[in-house]
Nanobody
Framework: QVQLVESGGGSVQTGGSLKLSCIGS????????MGWFRQAPGKEREFVSS????????IYATAVKGRFTISRDNVKNTLYLQMNSLKIEDTAMYYC????????????????WGQGTQVTVSS
């Protein structure tokens, strides 16, 4: 049974930082592309970032490029999202996702999803 468990969310002031983690189990982590998505209240879920199986390729949404960094540890079966220079508009539930296809993650249709971790940024 595939499980993705996010952690690391919380409340932070604008300009602050948070690091999200996502531990995967029930599948061969190193063979899956991974990604982060977010959904703010009243808005559609949106793509944040994705990373290839080996970690050599990554993609970012324009809104977070230069501020967020995605990474993975295939020994620890863990995906990360380092978020710096946080803005109020980054407030959302953040979801970890996995798929054997890097393209499917980037297109917003990965097979597996976590339950999410809340990030709240205030002034």
């Amino acid at each position: 049974q595939v499980q993705l468990v996010e952690s690391g969310g919380g409340s932070v002031q604008t300009g602050g930082s948070l690091k999200l983690s996502c531990i995967g189990s029930g599948f061969i982590f190193k063979t899956y592309a991974m990604g982060w998505f977010r959904q703010a209240p009243g808005k559609e879920r949106e793509f944040v970032s994705s990373i290839s199986e080996s970690g050599t390729t990554d993609i970012y949404a324009t809104a977070v490029k230069g501020r967020f960094t995605i990474s993975r540890d295939n020994v620890k079966n863990t995906l990360y999202l380092q978020m710096n220079s946080l803005k109020i508009e980054d407030t959302a539930m953040y979801y970890c996702a996995a798929d054997y296809s890097f393209s499917r993650v980037g297109l917003g249709s990965p097979t597996y999803w976590g339950q999410g971790t809340q990030v709240t940024v205030s002034s």
